[in-house]
T-cell receptor, first 114, second 110 residues
Framework: DTAVSQTPKYLVTQMGNDKSIKCEQNLGHDTMYWYKQDSKKFLKIMFSYNNKELIINETVPNRFSPKSPDKAHLNLHINSLELGDSAVYFC?????????????FGPGTRLLVL | RKEVEQDPGPFNVPEGATVAFNCTYSNSASQSFFWYRQDCRKEPKLLMSVYSSGNEDGRFTAQLNRASQYISLLIRDSKLSDSATYLCVVNWNTGNQFYFGTGTSLTVIP
């Protein structure tokens, strides 16, 4: 069973609304991520935090704002939702194991914007 | 050019068959390599890391060719439960940046 958890699992909302997705990991990892998987199943990195500090910020609209209150949590807030935001959002965390950084994923949040 | 490229398939193979997937990566400075498995409507799960000397885990064998910048995954004696999408993942080891391929779809047929 995954030790990276996300809430909610499903999110259906109207265009223009603001919503948040929460992520927690109890693995003691220092680094956490948000990915977006679109309808073509391509997984694209959005953000990465290491010990609460932003280290990767890909080209993502500034309507998306990550927040890491501590290294076990990385939340994603989305303002003014658009139809194109519909996707599956995966949280992940990683740690260094035998010299390599290895990632573990949460179960995903399926967002549908109507 | 994409950082990681895979043949999307689909690969449809009978039970018991051997199937191989390849993946190429663009950055010669890539440090770590992985195969993940993603079932329908589920999260990606680590299948195996890929080491320079190649490695095996049961029916699964992973190989790395740094000179040609590709990695491979061989599945022997395919089971119905192997049906999934297999994702090739490369880590540049700078800023914990991971790059995913688009995945290769495998269906094992009874």
């Amino acid at each position: 069973d995954t030790a990276v958890s996300q809430t909610p699992k499903y999110l259906v909302t109207q265009m223009g609304n603001d919503k948040s997705i929460k992520c927690e990991q109890n693995l003691g990892h220092d680094t956490m991520y948000w990915y977006k998987q679109d309808s073509k199943k391509f997984l694209k990195i959005m953000f990465s935090y290491n010990n609460k500090e932003l280290i990767i910020n890909e080209t993502v609209p500034n309507r998306f704002s990550p927040k890491s209150p501590d290294k076990a949590h990385l939340n994603l807030h989305i303002n003014s939702l658009e139809l194109g935001d519909s996707a599956v959002y995966f949280c992940a965390s990683s740690h260094r194991d035998r010299g390599r950084e290895t990632q573990y994923f949460g179960p995903g949040t399926r967002l549908l914007v109507l | 050019r994409k950082e990681v490229e895979q043949d999307p398939g689909p690969f449809n193979v009978p039970e018991g068959a051997t199937v191989a997937f390849n993946c190429t990566y663009s950055n010669s400075a890539s440090q770590s390599f992985f195969w993940y498995r993603q079932d329908c409507r589920k999260e990606p799960k680590l299948l195996m890391s890929v080491y320079s000397s190649g490695n095996e885990d049961g029916r699964f064998t992973a190989q790395l060719n740094r000179a040609s910048q590709y990695i491979s995954l061989l599945i022997r004696d395919s089971k119905l439960s192997d049906s999934a999408t297999y994702l090739c993942v490369v880590n540049w080891n700078t800023g914990n940046q991971f790059y995913f391929g688009t995945g290769t779809s495998l269906t094992v047929i009874p």
